[in-house]
């Protein structure tokens, strides 16, 4: 008997050490900012952090660094942050939030920089260090270097106010006619949406405006109080928990004023006589000259084409049901996004736009019409709304917002955009004569394309 319960207690330490030794260890949070990211009211936060999610938070962060190498006079800007955790002998952690100051924005208001900044569209061109997309794009280099498994997290920079009427609201620009916080804002996620980081939009999610911001800040009127902490700490522990995009609302313009917004009578009389046809086309004003242009390609395919000039993806998803569901397709072709893209119908973000475009897929699947999606074309400029300038940057981001929901739900996909780039991200004069609608040329290349995919598509079946 003695010898059983000397076996036993053996056999009971032996379930415990191995029980201590396969315990979970906390998750590793490397926190990198100015001085948001580390001033003493920030711990309201930051152990709010590891108290819900069982985390241990390193802070990199510095006072009145940011992205840009020009934002800290003592050197300790996000990008040196950055190069000290991902040194050699340095940990690797399991989640890096990189957490945007508002010091891009005070210190070199003019340096914002581009969202292709230090990229290899640019070949890494180290003089954009300077500038804050820039510093983004290194920071988000190096941590892929050191640790290319652990998550990558990016928080906008918050509101700031300095007086009542003056300060950083969604439209503010400075007297001296320098960009508004807000756009320095709406780059950051550029950027992240480039290079496929999720982000935590803070500067419109978080509470803070112009009529209650003393409530959050300290006697500076600048730096976050205890309460201003407490105030976001919610938000960022459920986005450090899903590692889920969280973005707020945009400001919207006035939509168009047709009673009919979402054109669901511009094919009602056509639909009448259409039998059911191999494939919709479905789209904006691209769609809609293709078989203007093109009329036999439509014929000889047994194809449907059901563009609307001027739409973006949410007037499309409105007349979905009209102009593809109920004409029995075996195929939808959707290309839908330049309008988007250019502010036609008010701001939007590019996920939403992506998003319409994903309940066009699901009711398409809903009622056995196979899905193929479609890049949009290269664009520079939206000549109809020249007030928008360059966008051939949102072009890319939105494709590859696409892209990435193609590969998640399998879908098959027509890249137009590739192909035809000119190099500079635009269409060149053989395709295109006003920079966004093809010519004759340029639709044979895209028919060329979607013929190619649909073999692709029939032979796999």
Known sequence: ????????????????????????????????????????????????????????????????AGFSNRTQGSGKHIQWQIDSACAPDAPVYDTYVLWASTNDFTKVNELSGEPLDYSEADGYDPAKLETQCGGINYAIRRIREKAPDARILFMTSTKCFTAPGAGTAVNYQDTTGKTGMNEFVAKQILCCQLAGVPYLD???????????????????????SEAGYEAIRDLQVEFLRSGRTMRGQHITLPSHSSRDWGGLGRYAA?????????????????????????????????????????????????????????????????????????????AIDLENAVGNIASMVELARAHGIKPVLCTILPATHAYWIPAIGQISTQVMAFNKLLLAYAEQEKLPVVDYWTPMNDGRGGLSPEHSRDGVHPTPAGYEIMESLLLSKLAELETGR
Request: hydrophobic share 45%; aromatic share 10%.
């Open 1 to 64: 008997m003695k010898r059983i319960s000397i076996l036993s207690a053996a056999l009971a330490a032996a379930v415990l050490l191995c029980a201590c030794t396969h315990q979970k260890q906390p998750e590793t949070i490397a926190l990198f900012g100015g001085s948001f990211s580390v001033i003493p009211a920030s711990e309201v936060a930051t152990q709010w952090w590891e108290e819900q999610l069982g985390a241990k938070v390193v802070k990199y962060g510095a006072g009145g």
């Open 202 to 224: 803070l500067f419109t999610l978080a509470p803070f405006n112009e009529r209650n911001f003393t409530q959050f800040v300290q006697k500076d009127n600048l730096h976050l």
């Open 270 to 346: 056509a639909n009448a006589l259409q039998k059911p046809p191999k494939a919709v086309l479905f789209g904006d004003s691209i769609t809609q000259n293709w078989p203007m242009m093109r009329p036999d390609f439509f014929k000889d395919h047994d194809f449907a084409g059901r563009g609307i000039s001027s739409q973006t993806t949410a007037e499309g998803l409105v007349r979905f049901r009209n102009d593809v569901i109920n004409l029995h397709p075996e195929y939808v072709f959707i290309l839908y996004g330049v309008n988007d893209v250019a502010e036609h119908n008010g």
